[in-house]
């Protein structure tokens, strides 16, 4: 199938564009999010400030816990 020269030069430069979009740094919540393969990051911040504790130590949420304890005593 013939694609204008144009337009394919066009797709390559949308699909540039998203690689460098995605590549950008992300915030500590998004990475842990990530990490722990969790939904959202939001998830993350409300463990971090207290409004979700979470019980079982095999969860998902106590390691974000854990991790985020050990973050910040290495800050310290």
Known sequence: ???PL???KYII???DLLKIIKNQSK???QQ???KYKVSSPAYVGKIARGERIPQR???KGYK???ELE???NEQS
């Open 13 to 15: 430069i949308m699909s």
């Open 6 to 8: 144009i337009r394919y």
């Open 64 to 66: 974000i816990k854990e």
């Open 57 to 59: 130590k095999n969860s």
């Open 70 to 72: 050990k973050l910040k």
């Open 32 to 34: 842990l999010a990530e």
């Open 1 to 3: 199938m013939f694609v």
């Open 27 to 29: 915030t500590l919540y």
